[in-house]
C-alpha cells in the first residue's frame, strides 16, 4: 500500500465521530417514516371498512376487465383497433387472449386462439362439433345463453344459439369476422349494451385429438366505475391518492391526487436533499412501472395485498424532494370475504425537511472540517510520494545497465531526511561507478600489460628448442607452447572486445532489406552447420529498415555459432524474420539442451557463460559474444530475450530491432 494511501486511511480513522451522528439521524428518519407508514395504513383500514358500510358492491372473485377503447373500433378481425389494449390481454390458459372494451352503446370482443393445425367447418354444419369452434357463454345474472363460433373460412360468420334464449332477450344468433394466421385464428364480435351482459364464459374446442378443451367458467365482467370512484373520493383526505382495486388487480375506481389543494411546503434545497439522498435516507423501492391511466396494477405490492397482507413501500416523487408513501391493505366483506385490495399514496415533503437541520449542520460541519483535514494530508501525501518516487526513478536510473554512471541525484540540497538519503544514494552510485568503469576498462589494461610478458615466453621457449633438449623434455616444451597459445588467444579476446564495443557505437545507418540479408546469411550458415539442418521463414515482402547491415549480421554470425555449438548432428536450426507495427523480429532458435532456469537473466551480460569446461580446448569461451548481439541491438534502438521452445526441445533468441536513429543534417 503506498504511503498516501496509508496516511488517508489514518486521516479517515477520524470519520468514527460524524458516523455516529450520521446513524442517529439515519435511525430518526427510520422512525418518522415508520410513523407516517402507520398513520397511512390505519386510514387506508379505516377507509376500506367505510367502503363496505356505504354499500359499495365489489366483485369476490377473478373476472373479465372491460377496458375503455381509445378510439372506434371496427369489426374487422383485425388487431388494428385494438393496440393500445394489446398489453392488458387476459391470457387463457396460454392457449389464447382476450381483450373486452366497451363504449355507450357495445361491448366488442377480441379473441385470439393459438391453433398451428386447422380443422374448420360453419357452424351449421353438421361436423362443426368435431372442428376448430369456440363455445361462447353470455350471461345475465343466473341466466345463461350459449353460441357456436365456428367458420370454414376467413371472414364473416353468424354463431348460432346452442339453447333457446328467446325468452330471456338474447339474440337467437350472433355475428363477427374471423380471420386465420400461421399461429391460429382470432374472433371479433361486438354486442349490444342493452343485453346487460353480467358475466362471460367459453370453451375452446381444438379438433387435434392431443390437444385439451379449454374450459374457462362463466366470470362476471369488471369495469373502471365512476360511481364507485366518487364514493372513494367522498371519504378520502386530501393530499392523498387512492386506487380501489379488484381480483386479479384490475382498476375498478380512483380519486384524489398526491398533490393538496391550496397548501404549499417548503422544498429543502438541493445540497439537503442530496445529503439526505445519498446518507440518511434508507433505500428506496423501484419506481411504479405503471402509469395512472393503465387499467392494471400488477405489481408485488398489490398481490400481496390481494392475497391478504398490507404492503407497505416508499418511492421518489416526481416533484425534487419528495417521497412518496404507498400503503395496499386488502377490503373484506361485511361477511369477511376478501374482495379486493385498496391502495392509498401520500407526497411528503416533511420527512425531509424533519430529519433535523441541526444535526445537518452539525454533520456538515464535520465533514467540512474532515475533508479539509483530509485534503491537507493527503497533499502531503502526495509530495512526499512524488519525491519518493523522484528518488527511486533516480536510483534506478543513475547507473546505466552497462555500467555507465548516468547523472546526479535529485534532492541532494534538501535539509530533511530524503535529502540525506539522496546524498548517501549518491555517494553510493559513484562509488559502484568508479569500480565498474574500474573492470571495465580492465581487460584491455591487462591485454597490454600480458603482451611483453607472452612474447619473453615465447621467444625464450623458441630459444630453448633451438637450444637441443633431450626426447624426454620436448612433451614438456609442446604443453608449455599450447599453454601460451591459450594465454595469446584470451588476450586477443579481451582487446578485441574493446574494439567491438567502439565499432558499434561507431556504426552508421543505412536503408536496406532484412529479408535478403537473412537470405544470405542462411546461405552461408548451410556450409558451416552441416550434417544440421538450417531453416529459413522470411516473409514475401521485403522488410526495410533503417540501421547497420553489418552490426546485424556480426549479431547473427554470434548467435548462429551459439547455436552450432549446442544443436546435435542431426538437429535444426531455425532463422526466422516478422515485422508487426514497424517493429522487425528475428528469431534464432536451435535444438539441443534448455537454458539453466538461474542464468536466463543473465546471458547477455558481460563475461558470462553457460558452457561447461571442455577442459583443453584451444579456443576459450569468455562468455563475450551474446554481450556483443546485446550491445548491437540495443544500438538499434530494441531489446534482446532468451526463452526455452514450448516443448522443450530447445531454445530460442529473440531480437526486437527498431532501427539506428535517422541523422539530419545541420
Not at 555500467?403 to 546524498?423: S, T, V
Not at 514497424?582 to 543473465?602: D, F, K, S, V, Y
Request: neutral net charge; glycine residues 10%.
Amino acid at each position: 500500500m503506498s504511503l498516501r494511501r496509508k496516511l488517508l486511511l489514518v486521516a479517515l480513522s477520524t470519520l468514527v465521530l460524524p458516523l455516529v451522528g450520521l446513524l442517529y439521524v439515519r435511525q430518526m428518519e427510520s422512525l418518522l417514516r415508520r410513523g407516517q407508514a402507520q398513520a397511512l395504513t390505519a386510514s387506508a383500514q379505516t377507509l376500506a371498512r367505510a367502503l363496505v358500510a356505504a354499500g359499495a358492491v365489489l366483485p369476490r372473485q377473478r373476472g373479465w376487465f372491460v377496458q375503455r377503447p381509445s378510439g372506434p373500433i371496427t369489426i374487422d378481425g383485425y388487431a388494428d383497433d385494438w393496440g393500445p389494449l394489446t398489453p392488458w390481454a387476459q391470457r387463457l390458459d396460454g392457449r389464447g387472449r382476450l381483450m373486452l372494451a366497451q363504449d355507450a352503446s357495445w361491448l366488442y370482443l377480441f379473441l385470439t386462439v393459438d391453433d398451428t393445425t386447422r380443422t374448420r367447418s360453419d357452424a351449421d354444419a353438421p361436423e362443426a362439433m368435431q372442428a376448430d369452434h369456440v363455445i361462447l357463454i353470455l350471461a345475465r345474472g343466473p341466466l345463461r345463453c350459449r353460441y357456436l363460433i365456428a367458420s370454414a373460412a376467413p371472414g364473416g360468420f353468424v354463431a348460432p344459439a346452442r339453447n333457446d334464449c328467446s325468452a330471456y332477450g338474447f339474440p337467437g344468433h350472433l355475428q363477427g369476422q374471423w380471420q386465420d394466421d400461421g399461429s391460429g385464428y382470432r374472433i371479433e364480435m361486438r354486442l349490444p349494451r342493452t343485453l346487460g351482459i353480467t358475466g362471460l364464459g367459453m370453451v375452446l374446442h381444438d379438433a387435434d385429438p392431443a390437444v385439451a378443451d379449454l374450459d374457462e367458467p362463466v366470470r362476471p365482467l369488471l369495469a373502471y366505475s365512476g360511481a364507485l370512484s366518487a364514493s372513494l373520493a367522498r371519504l378520502l383526505p386530501g393530499g392523498v391518492q387512492a386506487r380501489l382495486l379488484a381480483p386479479g388487480a384490475w382498476l375498478l375506481a380512483t380519486a384524489g391526487s398526491l398533490h393538496a389543494d391550496g397548501t404549499a411546503q417548503r422544498r429543502p434545497g438541493w445540497l439537503a436533499y442530496t445529503v439526505y439522498r445519498l446518507l440518511i435516507a434508507a433505500p428506496f423501492d423501484p419506481a411504479q412501472p405503471w402509469t395512472e391511466d393503465a387499467p392494471r396494477l400488477d405489481t408485488p405490492r398489490v398481490r400481496a395485498a390481494l392475497a391478504g397482507q398490507t404492503a407497505v413501500s416508499w418511492t421518489q416523487g416526481e416533484r425534487r424532494g419528495s417521497v412518496v408513501l404507498s400503503v395496499t391493505v386488502p377490503v373484506f366483506g361485511a361477511d369477511g370475504q376478501h374482495e379486493g385490495a385498496l391502495q392509498l399514496e401520500q407526497a411528503s415533503l416533511a420527512v425531509p425537511l424533519l430529519a433535523n437541520h441541526a444535526l445537518y449542520a452539525l454533520l456538515l460541519a464535520s465533514l467540512g472540517v474532515l475533508l479539509v483535514a483530509g485534503l491537507v494530508l493527503f497533499g502531503f501525501a502526495t509530495r512526499l510520494s512524488m519525491r519518493l518516487g523522484r528518488l527511486r526513478n533516480a536510483a534506478e536510473q543513475a547507473q546505466a545497465h552497462d555500467g555507465h554512471y548516468a547523472g546526479a541525484f535529485p534532492l541532494r540540497g534538501d535539509r530533511d531526511e530524503l535529502g540525506d538519503l539522496a546524498r548517501s544514494f549518491e555517494r553510493l552510485t559513484r562509488a559502484v561507478a568508479g569500480y565498474t568503469e574500474y573492470l571495465r576498462t580492465l581487460a584491455s589494461k591487462l591485454s597490454h600489460e600480458l603482451n611483453t610478458p607472452l612474447a619473453i615466453v615465447k621467444s625464450s621457449l623458441d630459444n630453448l628448442e633451438q637450444a637441443g633438449l633431450p626426447a624426454a623434455g620436448r612433451p614438456y616444451l609442446q604443453r608449455a607452447r599450447d599453454g601460451v597459445t591459450r594465454m595469446g588467444v584470451l588476450v586477443r579476446a579481451m582487446s578485441e572486445a574493446s574494439r567491438i564495443e567502439r565499432a558499434i557505437e561507431a556504426g552508421e545507418g543505412e536503408d536496406f532489406d532484412l529479408c535478403e540479408l537473412l537470405r544470405g546469411c542462411a546461405e552461408g550458415y548451410r556450409a558451416l552447420a552441416a550434417p544440421r539442418r538450417v531453416l529459413l521463414e522470411v516473409p514475401g515482402a521485403p522488410v526495410r529498415m533503417h540501421g547497420a547491415p553489418e552490426l546485424i549480421a556480426q549479431a547473427l554470425d554470434k548467435l548462429f555459432g551459439n547455436a552450432v555449438s549446442f544443436t546435435p548432428d542431426d538437429g535444426w536450426i531455425r532463422l526466422a524474420l516478422r515485422s508487426v507495427d514497424g517493429e522487425a523480429t528475428i528469431e534464432m532458435a536451435n535444438q539441443g539442451p534448455p537454458l539453466p532456469a538461474t542464468m536466463q537473466g543473465r546471458l547477455f551480460d558481460s563475461l558470462v557463460s553457460v558452457r561447461e569446461d571442455r577442459g583443453h580446448e584451444q579456443t576459450p569461451h569468455l562468455g563475450l559474444g551474446l554481450y556483443v548481439v546485446r550491445l548491437i541491438v540495443e544500438r538499434h534502438q530494441g531489446r534482446v530475450e532468451a526463452r526455452n521452445l514450448d516443448d522443450g526441445s530447445g531454445v530460442v533468441f529473440t531480437l526486437h530491432l527498431h532501427g539506428l536513429p535517422r541523422q539530419r543534417l545541420a
